[in-house]
Structures are given as C-alpha cells and as structure tokens.
C-alpha cells in the first residue's frame, strides 16, 4: 500500500477542463466528437470502456501494426531533368563536379543543380568515366579514349584497332584493352609485363596489383608476380582503396589476411569508396562504413539487384544507385523513418533496442529496425530506463518491462502517467493529478506530501545541475534543486499560467526554453525574455524540445528544425525561412543517443543520426562564383577582358572590364548534393560595401552602375543550423577609368588648358597692344586732321572775315561770325580728348563749320542737316571724321560753281549700322582732278581720312567703309559728289 492516497481512476475526475481541451488536442490529433472528452461524459466512462472503444478503432484498421523501413530514395529520369535514359558510369573530380558517362547525351557536367552536355556529337555514347588525381576527367565509348583538363578535351592515342575493356583509375592510370594491360603514360601507352595469356579484371590495393584470370588470383609485389591462394568469383576494388572484395569478403591489408564479413548470406555486388565513406551494395541492402558508425540501408522494397549496375557515392556521402534506365539517388543518410499505421507518442533506445510507445501499446525493435516483441498495454504516454529495465506510463498506470527475461509487468499505480524520469535511484512521475515518485518498490505522492499545487504534469526534465524540473498546463513549473523545492508561476518575466506550453526545456545558467502550440518559443535567461512568434516560426507548432552535444533542436507539426536557425535569422534582420527535416515530431517525444536524436512522431519513428549529419554537411563544398556577365547580355563573353581562366569553371581571372561594362550579374552557388535547398548565402562586395548581403538560397547577384575601381566580392555558404564560417571565397576584378578620368587624360588635358590659356592670354594681350598701338595711331590721325583742320590758312580766312565785317561796320554778322568761330573752336577741342563722341555733337560742330564757311564764302551755298529718329543720344562715332570731307566739298565742289551749290549731310541706321552720307551738287572729283594736276597740289586730309578709316576696319568689329560717288547728269556730266561712311554702331 502507499503511504499516500492514489486517486483510482486517476486524471479525468482529477483534471481540469482546460488540462482536458489541451490534451485532446495534443495527444489525439484526430477528429473525435468533443462530447467524448467533456467533463460530465468522463465522469461516466471508466478507463476500460476506453480501451475497448480504442482496441475496436485498431482492429478496424489492422490485426497487426505495420512498420516498414524508409530510406528517402530519389528516382532521377528523363521527367526529373536527366539528359539521358541509361548512364553507364559516374565520376567526382576534383573541382566538385560530378561526371556521369552516358548513351545520347555525351560527356554530362553535374553541379547539384543543373547538367551540361560536352562533346554530343563527337562522342554521344560513352561507357565509361574516371577522375584522376591532378583533376583531369578520362573517358571513353569502347574505341577511343579522351582526358578533359578543365580546358579542351583531348584524345589520347591509342593503337589501332584497339578495344577498351577497363579504366581504372588508382594513383597511376591502368588500361585494359583486348591485347593486354597497360599504364597511361603522358603521351603513350606502356605495357605491364605479366604471366597471364587472358585478364579478366585487375586492380591496384595497398601498393601491390591484382590480375584476375578465370578463377585464379594474380598478385604483383615487389616486381614478381605469385599465384595467390584463391579461387574467386569476384574481384572488387576502387581508387585509394581501403578494402579488396574477394569472393564477397572484405580484406583490409595488402598480405589479404584481415578480413571481414557482413553476414554469411550477402554477396556484395559493387563497391566504392572514398575518403569519407565505404559502400558495399548487398542483395537487399546497402552497407554504408564512416569513421564513427555504420548504417544498413534498404534499398529491396524499391529494386530488385539485377536492376543496379553500379553504385557511387559522392565525397559528401550522397549515393548513386546506377540503374538500367535512370539513377536512384539516396541524399539523406542522416534521417531515417520507420512508417507506421499508429502514431507513435514516445519513445527510448536501450542496449541497441528501440522502445516505441503507440496508441495501441509497446513495440521492441533490435538493431536492424526489426519487431521482435510487442504488448497490448493501450495508450502508451511515456517510456524510461530505471535500474535497467524499462518503466512505462500509460493511461491505465504504470508497467515495467524487465529486459532479461522480457516480462511485463503492472504496478500499482493506476490512471495517466504523462512523463518519466530516472534520477539518483528514484523514478519521478508526472501524473494526472500530481507528482510521484517509485524507489523500492514503493509510490510517494510528492504534490501531496509537499502541499505542492494539484495539476497534471506532462513533463519532466533535468538541467545540467542535476535538478528536476516538473511541468503543469495550470500551475507553471517546480524545481527540484537539492531537496528544495520551488514553484514557478514567472520566470524571466513570462507568466507561466498565461500561456498554453507545450514542451520545455532547462539549460545551463538557469535558462529556460518554453514550446507552446499557438505563441511560438520563449528563450528565458534570468530577467530577459527572447521570444520567436508563430510567424517567425512559419507558423509551426511547437511540440519538443530536445538537446544533443549542446545543439537545440525543435519537433514541431512541420518537421524538425534546429532553434540556431531562429537566432541567426534574427541577427542578420532576414527574412525567416526555416529548414524543416521531416517527420511530424509529437509532443515531448524524443530522445538523445549518442548519435543524434531518435523521435516520436504521429506517421512512426524517426530517427536523425546528427553524427552522419554532422559529417555530410562539413564534407559539403563551399560556395563559389561561377559565373560573371554583363547586366543587359547573357551571352557576351567577358574572357577578352581577362588575363587566365578558371579550369573547368571557365570563370575569368584576374578580370580587367572596361569603364562601360559596369553593369553586372554576379552567379554563384556551391557543386553539393547534399541538401541544395537547406544551403544558404551571403556576400558582399568589397569596394563597393562592407556590409553582407543575406540572399537566403538565392543564387544571383545584381551591381549595376558600379564605378570605376577594385573590387573583391566575398562570398560565404552554410547549411540554415550553423554558423557562418571565418573565410571567405574571394573574386577580385576591376574596372577601368573612363580614358577621361585617366591620369595621363587629365594630365594632357591640363596641359593642352595650360597651352591654350597661354594661347589666348597672349593673343589677347597681343591684340591690347595692337589695339593700343592703333588707338595711338588714330588719336595720331586725330591731332593731324585737327591740324589740318584748323590749318592758320582757314583762321586767317576766318579772322579776315571778321575783320571785314567790323570794317564795315557790320558788327551783327561780326558777332554771329566770331560766335561761331569760338563755338567751332571749343567743341573741337573737346572733342578732340575723345575717342568717340556723340552723333549730335559731331552735328554741332558741322552746323559751326558751316555757318563760317557759309559766311566766308558770302552765301555761295546751302546746307541741309539730317538726324534719323532711330539714333539716340548715346550713338557716337569717331570725332573729326566727318568734316574733311565736308571741306572737301565746300572747296573742291560748291566754290567752283558759277550758281548757288547744295550740301547735305545726314546720319541714318542701316541695321546695326551707322552710315554717314555727305551729299554736293558741285563740280565733281574730275574738274578737282583736272585742278590739282594743273596746279601739283595733293590733299593731305583726304588721304589721313582715308588712313583712319583703314585703322577703325582693324581696331573694332563689324562693318567699316568708305564710299564715294561720282555723280553723273542724264549727259554724262559731272554733277557732284556723294560720300557714305558706314560704321558700325557704338554706344557711348
């Protein structure tokens, strides 16, 4: 008996609704009618009308569970993007491609992603590829032999009418044709010396070569050959061998005297290897050997032996099964499912047997996932180790199973037993109503005999510590820590009775994880709180929480997903794209191995080997450029531009663009097999940014416009759970300066501004002298025409009329003349300080002129001034300009005449011009002429008029002319002389 009351029947009449809604929906993720879980319908059914109910739902769907044994094999055809129906051979260089030999489609190129064909017309059928050491591809069709070195393919020559046999590749090259064996040398083929008329296979194994003929077996050490001991069917071996296959036996050592076998009863019929893994195909299985562990992997529910000609498995353990028509392509060796018709709700390993808990009861599995024993003990709840056997909580109490003599026994608690745990030689219980602990045989009821809260609890767990952890939907959690307990309704500022919790998880430093269903995760450390939302989770439900060598990883309704990624995709501010490895995990159904993770999950039990896992991922290749190409072309071909290229990539090196190809498209990814869509990037472009992009599992990068400069774009891969490594692959190129932003461009182009400031600076100052030096020729001119204007012959004229005028008393006129005279005088002289004066000035001082020269000459002509409206004040033209060639007509034109003579002079705008237009009806320029050659007189200010003209047409821009006009009458007579000065307009 207990010392304490234990409730019969214990869970339903104990339990609240709310504990009651939250494990229907939890351990019964089916649809049942809602009334068979209400309070007052459970008061009424007993736990034996469960069962039945139960049995009967089982029965109906099968007398007997059924687990099979899932590998998650790929079928890859023509439908799934494979170039070819049959592929003969497969090869992995040492770039990272993969290399398949195939009929119809060549030579095939396969980077994890895509397939590209070389050599489909010369060589559409090959039988056969291999990869040497210094990373050249070698392959052949029967006939003819060819070496690929990243660059051109080559043919290598061989004798005439020769046939291929075998090529194998092992540290040298070894070629068996139908007359003999021979060793690849550079340029020719040299014959191995041997005993053998007829070589069936041969090999190369721990330094010594192998000939197989009929059914004897060759061996070749220390340049003798002797006649081994064997008589074989079968001769198996790859490059760098760790093993020889004679006869479906394993020898490890090159005296064939360690050995090794899988079973009596398994033929090998291929194997391959290469430094990580060893794969032996059997007749229904693969038998796959790592460093740490071996794995046997069915293949027989898919194929039959006769349909495999080959096997391959890639340097990070993906494998190839060469079929017929197609390949069978095995990616994950790391997750492994045995499918059941029930689900599966917990789950334990001990002494190499797997223990599943179902709805229906327990079921025992040896090492080889085969059932070798199962109970009928209802709905099993959980399972632990204790004093070794195994202890199990169901919904009827508890049993325990003891492991030597395979009994099953019940104990002497009845009602749900939602979680097990063995601690310090204590089993620990969480029950419906309460904790309870089982030590020698006896039941304690803990939540009774420390007053502790009463509540169903679903979970135990122990931290690093050593202390118990005790988890209730209502009441939050206890802490077991040196015999003291604690309850927790807060912890790190979560109220734990406000959230419906899922699963936990206790961690070192008193930090705590919470799983729930609807709200996501809670990361409690102390006072702080992290906390990832259902959106942050793609919308997952949290149902496990479990660690493995200090890796946290999460069942949810989607699959199993590693907690890192959630921090990681927090601290690069992406997007959150979780990696979801299959299995629909249950709640709190897990259990840590030394190889990784063995879980419960409603489709059967899954197992997640984190070791092979672990070794496939750091095997993967890491990310690299493979391609670079101008924004708006695909096709240009960017290699003119660069100075070497990358062997088998064909990426160009050391890449110099010009300044116009600016625009790029960067493409880059990693050559893995293993798990494409769980790899994930980030770069950034040194030069441009030293902040990483976060692209997720894109494979492209954009830049355009990127200015002239060096440029290094880094780029680094990691599978979703790690972490980013520390190095990075790195592509340097440039871009060129525009020839204008060139050094030397600018240095010529500050010259030639050097050379043609100089240029201008001196013409110009050039021309300010010319212009000087004109100026003073021209106020030269000026004082001369003054001169000549004011000659002492015109003020004695002028003088002597005065004089007249006084003599006869006329001081009228002589007051009017000597007014004039004085006027004529000043303006002249003012004038005279001026380069230009104004038109009405130069009116001012002809109107004075004319006055006198009027009055000297008694009236002898008439005179007409004429301003155009257009002009005004602010026009001017050179002083002095105008009047000798006034005087020439009053002189030479108007004196001559035996009548009254006429003169007019008038200024008018002809555009941008000023035209000066003196007008006499005298004598004309012949009668002058006939004058002045009579009498040898030449005029002196008609020819400096001319000369200042000459001078004003080189010092100032626009037009500067000087006509005159002869005047005819209807005769042919001489009737005067017209004068036009055009200038252009200047304003004063």
Known sequence: MNEHPVFD????????????????????????????????????????????????????????????????FSKIDLEAGLPSRVINAIAEGSDGYIWMASEGAGLLRYDGRSYENYGLEEFPVLLDVQSDAQGQIWFHNGRRLWFYDGLTIKEYPLPEGAAIKQLKVFKEKYLLLNSGLYALAKDSLVSISNPLSTIDDFTFFKGSLFLQSGRNLWRKAQGDWEKTRFQITALLATANAQSVIINDTVYTDAQLSKSFSFDDSIRIQAYTQNASFQLFLGQSHLYLNTEGDSLKIPYSARLLTSDIKDVFISSNGVIYL???????????????????????FCTYKMGGQYFAGTERGLEIYDASYQLVKSFDLGFILSLAAFQNDIYIGTEAGLYRFDTESGAMEKLGLNGFVFSLIAHNNELWLGAGDGIYRYAQGRFTNISFEENLARATVFSIKKDAAGALWFASYTEGL????????????????????????????????????????????????????????????????????????????????????NYRELSLSRQSQTPVKLHFLKANASLNASFSTK??????????????????????????????????????????????????????????????????????????????????????????LVGLSSAWNYVGNFGE???PDLAAGQYQFELQSRYAWQTWPNNSQVYAFEIKEAYWRTWWFISILILGILALTTFI????????????????????MERKALRLQMNPHFIFNALDSISSFIFVKDAKQAVRYLNNFAKLMRLTLESSMEH?????????????????????????????????????????????????????????????????????????????????????????????????????????????????????????????????????????????????????????
């Open 836 to 988: 230009v004066h104004p038109v009405e000035t130069e009116l001012s001082i002809l109107k004075n002129y004319l006055e006198l020269e009027k009055l000297r000459f008694s009236d002898k002509f008439e005179y007409e001034l004429e301003l155009d409206e257009e002009i005004d004040y602010d026009v001017g033209l050179p002083p002095m300009l105008i009047q000798p060639h006034v005087e020439n007509a009053i002189l030479h034109g108007l004196k001559p005449l035996d009548r009254p003579g006429l003169l007019k002079i008038s200024f008018k705008v002809d555009g941008d011009n000023l035209c000066c237009i003196i007008d006499d009806n005298g004598v004309g320029r012949s009668a002058k002429k006939s004058e002045l050659s009579t009498k040898g007189h030449r005029s002196m200010a008609t020819q400096i008029n001319k000369d200042r003209i000459a001078l004003l047409q080189r010092s100032i821009k626009g037009e500067v002319a000087l006509n005159i006009i002869d005047k005819m009458d209807e005769n042919g007579k001489a009737c005067g002389t017209t004068v036009i000065i055009k200038l252009p307009i200047q304003n004063i």
């Open 322 to 344: 060469i079929l017929r028509e197609g390949l069978m392509k095995l990616e994950d060796l790391a997750s492994f499912k045995l499918d059941s018709k029930y689900g599966v």
């Open 478 to 561: 206890w802490r077991l820590k040196e015999g003291q307990w604690q309850a927790f309704r807060e912890y790190g500022g979560l109220k734990l009775d406000s959230i419906n919790f899922s699963s936990f998880l206790p961690l070192k430093g008193d930090r705590l994880l919470i799983g729930t269903p609807s709200d996501g995760i809670f990361d409690l450390r102390g006072d702080k709180l992290l906390h990832f939302g259902l959106r942050d989770l793609d919308f997952a439900e949290i149902r496990d929480i479990q660690e493995w060598r200090g890796e946290i990883w999460l069942g949810t309704n989607k699959g199993i997903v």
């Open 761 to 780: 600076v001196r013409d110009r100052w050039l021309k300010t002298q010319q212009r000087l030096s004109l100026e003073n020729e021209l106020l030269d």
């Open 701 to 703: 990068s954009f830049y």
């Open 595 to 684: 190889e990784g993770i063995v879980y419960a999950s409603t489709k059967g039990l899954f197992i997640l080997n984190l070791e092979i896992l672990n070794l496939q991922t750091s095997l993967s290749k890491r990310a690299e450029l493979q391609a670079i190409n101008r924004l708006q072309s695909t096709n240009e071909n960017l290699l003119q531009f660069c100075q070497d290229t990358a062997a088998f990539d064909i990426l160009p090196l050391n890449l110099e663009l010009p300044y116009n190809y600016n625009y790029l498209r960067l493409n880059y990814g990693s050559k893995n097999l293993y798990r494409q869509d769980f790899i994930q990037y980030r770069y950034r």
């Open 9 to 72: 029947q214990v869970g339903f009449d104990s339990t609240s609704k709310r504990e009651l809604e939250t494990l229907k929906r939890l351990f019964f993720p089916w649809e049942i009618n809602s009334v068979f879980f209400s309070p007052p319908a459970l008061k009424l059914i007993r736990i034996k009308t469960i069962k039945k109910a139960a049995l009967i739902l089982i029965l109906l769907i099968s007398v007997l569970p059924c687990f099979s044994q899932d590998y998650n």
